[in-house]
């Protein structure tokens, strides 16, 4: 009597169930038969070959990498492996937004671009806890492996940021990155293609301002892209928050839960940054009359997916 049984083997979400004979000579026939030379492998598919050997440092870095050492570059190695998942899902998104009229079809899939990147952030913000159990003393036994390498180069951050619309008067003393990696290509330091796609990316509109254009695209109390609506709305707004703030501040000083002289700055403040928001400098901003028409009404069918 022959034995049959089974084993799983878990590949991505698909479980493939795997069939082996008692007889030797079955089992062999039964695998060269359905075993072809090209049978797509999880190794072969993932080129874990190549991912693998990529983790000794660049050419020529003797001796080989210690445990600490490695650690730290599988860790970094996984930062760039991230952001260019980032990257590819925000140029996704940024693609279906940079239209004139945005199909209602594509906010689903826009989001869910959106979404997947904020998983991923999240993922990568917790990773550092993982390059926490890296000691200080641990890393200074490899820091002048690094020579003057740093995470500022990484153009793969660069691009993200570009893409989110990161503008330079944002950073630090105004740096622009584009400026470093420039001095590198000119050294020999960055490829050409490299450069190429960082031009590329920076000569796009970024997420920002394309999500800026759709949301002042509104139709705001059914008109789209009348400033005169728009500031009606705002203003309109300010005033219910003003009359309700002063019902909120009789409502509290009655019952006892302070005076007016106390509650009074504080519900004047929250209208004040309303105001600031909305109207600074008097003139309504279209795309944030638009993100407040959406969260006011946002039980609207139209207004209440994805």
């Known amino acids: 009597m022959r034995i049959l049984y089974f084993e799983q083997f878990f590949f991505s979400d698909e479980v493939i169930l795997a069939v082996k004979v008692s007889s030797p000579a079955l089992s062999a026939s039964i695998m060269s038969s359905e075993t072809p030379p090209s049978r797509m492998t999880y190794g072969n598919y993932l080129q874990l070959e190549e991912l693998l050997s990529l983790q000794s440092g660049p050419e020529g870095h003797e001796p080989s990498p210690s ?62 806890k993982v390059m926490e159990t890296l000691s200080p003393q641990d890393f200074l036994a490899f820091r002048d492996r690094l020579g003057t390498s740093s995470g500022f180069e990484s153009w793969q951050m660069r691009t993200l940021e570009m893409l989110l619309g990161l ?16 001095k590198l290509h000119s050294e020999g330091k960055l490829s050409d293609s490299v450069m190429e796609n960082m031009i590329r990316i920076d000569n796009l509109p970024s997420l920002n301002d394309v999500l800026q254009n759709w949301l002042a695209r509104t139709p705001v109390n059914g008109v789209s892209g009348d400033i005169k609506v728009m500031q009606d709305f705002a203003e309109g707004h300010i005033n219910s928050m003003i009359e309700h703030g002063e019902s909120v501040i009789a409502h509290m000083v009655r019952i006892g839960h302070g005076t007016e002289e106390t509650i009074r700055p504080r519900i004047e403040s929250g209208i004040s940054g309303a105001r600031d928001f909305l109207l600074p400098n008097g003139k309504v901003v279209p795309s944030r009359a638009g993100l407040l028409f959406i969260e006011s009404y946002r039980e609207l069918p139209l207004l209440s997916w994805p």
């Open 67 to 128: 445990n600490h050492e490695m650690h730290f570059i599988v860790v970094h190695q996984a930062f760039e492996l991230w952001f260019k998942q980032i990257n590819r899902e925000l140029e996704e998104a940024l693609k279906l937004l940079n239209v004139e009229l945005v199909d209602e079809k594509k906010i689903p899939v826009i989001v869910s671009h959106l979404e997947r990147c904020s998983e991923i952030f999240r993922l990568l913000a917790s990773q550092w």
């Open 167 to 182: 503008e330079s008067e944002q950073r630090i003393g105004g740096m622009d990155p584009m400026v470093h990696n420039r």
